[in-house]
């Protein structure tokens, strides 16, 4: 099982840049999550989808973020416009349940640095 | 007030101490309850599940007081290893979803 698939590991980008983050979830799990860490805030939910449907995403913290889940087995986080304020690990998370339930299986993040 | 609470430490203990830590949480409806495990860097994993009878995995022990709103992880014998930082996770309730807390950290000393 190659576990929850993140891509890049790291981004550097500059302020007003578009930036896109990827997920591939483990198979078979049906709710997929998108998790942002700092040291402030610590872990925080943005959004997460079941069976590829956003279902709750009052975590997203404006226009600026949005997430698609085109098929049971990828999805993306995009900001634009980057802000410096953005940076941040983000995380994607998937489970084999609805909701609050069950384990989360996280993948290894992406490094975030909006210059 | 933050919906999931905890003490950031770092809690610095001797090899072979045991350590408890204690989370709370403001929901009173939230019906999983969980304890992640985070190393520097890295992704955090699933420690254990807290039940309402509480239960024991090894040298970890995890409660849960339900009248309190509080869960507690104890460790015992504590070994380099255990160096991390320790996630309170909330569940459940109208939102149904995970709620983490911002983490303890645990520094073992030789």
């Known amino acids: 099982d190659a576990g929850v698939i993140q891509s890049p590991r790291h981004e550097v980008t500059e302020m007003g840049q578009e930036v896109t983050l990827r997920c591939k979830p483990i198979s078979g799990h049906n709710s997929l999550f998108w998790y942002r860490q700092t040291m402030m805030r610590g872990l925080e939910l943005l959004i997460y989808f079941n069976n590829n449907v956003p279902i709750d995403d009052s975590g997203m913290p404006e226009d600026r973020f949005s997430a698609k889940m085109p098929n049971a087995s990828f999805s993306t986080l995009k900001i634009q416009p980057s802000e410096p304020r953005d940076s941040a690990v983000y995380f994607c998370?998937?489970?084999?349940?609805?909701?609050?339930?069950?384990?989360?299986?996280f993948g290894s993040g992406t490094q975030l640095s909006v210059l | 007030r933050k919906e999931v609470e905890q003490d950031p430490g770092p809690f610095n203990v001797p090899e072979g101490a045991t350590v408890a830590f204690n989370c709370t949480y403001s929901n009173s409806a939230s019906q999983s309850f969980f304890w992640y495990r985070q190393d520097c860097r890295k992704e955090p994993k699933l420690l254990m599940s807290v039940y309402s009878s509480g239960n024991e995995d090894g040298r970890f022990t995890a409660q849960l007081n339900r009248a309190s709103q509080y869960i507690s992880l104890l460790i015992r014998d504590s070994k380099l290893s255990d160096s991390a930082t320790y996630l309170c996770v909330v569940g459940g309730g109208a939102t149904n979803k995970l709620i983490f807390g911002t983490g303890t950290l645990l520094a073992v000393q030789p």
């Open positions: 998370a998937s489970s084999s349940a609805r909701g609050a339930g069950e384990k989360l299986f």
